[in-house]
């Protein structure tokens, strides 16, 4: 989707903020860039084979961009507001807010987790982008990307469409970039293949999280993203 308008102020007062670090100027234009979710965001003590995309964003901006991953591992958008990272979140005073749930949201209703996509799930990403907006801060939502997972016939599975597609009409009812990481990562997994795509997991028994090569690739993926969606975040990206 189309990224929704932007305050030319706004856009103006991260230009002069760019100029000024580039000059030498004053550390205070720091740019903050929170990043919520779940397993397949955070990040990992490094003796762990596990890795997610957040870990690998801050490289690519510019050296006064400050990335906060706040991401932790078995949240849902229910349970990362219950457990009270989500005020945490916004105590951190960020200018943008990447926001990518879903895997734990459509785990089984039983459990504590699980959400249903068509009703509090999107009702709870209502709440991050409201929440977010009063406390000052941009949200982008960013749709869960695919398991690494094949049917039969070599095609990607769909199971978390249900809450990619509910994210994309919060996105548009809320006026919200969205990153479209379902799509972009079902793309890839299609393109590359079971065998292909292999090495892009922690371990071969795990469809889910992700080794540090397959976290890199959903990094650039949703850095590509970001780029075409938020002219503010596009503006403090290295060239």
Not at 4 to 33: F, H, N, T, Y
Not at 80 to 102: A, C, S
Not at 159 to 169: H, I, T, V
Not at 178 to 198: C, M, N, P, R, W
Request: hydrophobic share 40%.
């Amino acid at each position: 989707m189309q990224c929704r308008s932007i305050c030319p102020a706004a856009l103006i007062g991260i230009l002069l903020c760019v100029a000024q670090i580039s000059d030498g100027g004053d550390a205070s234009c720091e740019v903050r860039i929170a990043v919520i979710g779940d397993s397949t965001v955070c990040e990992y003590p490094a003796t762990s084979n596990i890795r997610g995309w957040g870990h690998f964003l801050a490289p690519s901006f510019q050296a006064h961009v400050r990335v906060i991953n706040l991401a932790k591992s078995g949240r849902s958008t229910k349970t990362f507001i219950k457990e009270g990272l989500w005020t945490k979140t916004l105590t951190e005073k960020p200018d943008f807010v990447l926001i990518q749930f879903g895997h734990n949201d459509s785990h089984a209703r039983e459990r504590p987790e699980s959400t249903d996509a068509a009703t509090d799930y999107r009702d709870f990403l209502r709440r991050y982008v409201d929440e977010a907006r009063t406390a000052g801060a941009t949200p982008v939502l960013v749709t869960p990307m695919h398991r690494r997972s094949f049917d039969k016939e070599g095609k990607v599975t769909q199971e978390l469409l249900p809450y990619a597609d509910a994210m994309k009409a919060v996105a548009k009812e809320k006026q919200v970039a969205l990153v479209s990481l379902h799509a972009a990562s079902g793309e890839l997994f299609q393109k590359i293949g079971d065998a292909g795509s292999a090495d892009l997991s922690c371990s071969a028994t795990d469809r889910t999280h992700f080794s540090e090569k397959g976290a890199k690739a959903m990094a650039e993926l949703v850095l590509k993203g970001l780029a075409n969606v938020e002219p503010r975040l596009a503006a403090l990206l290295k060239l």
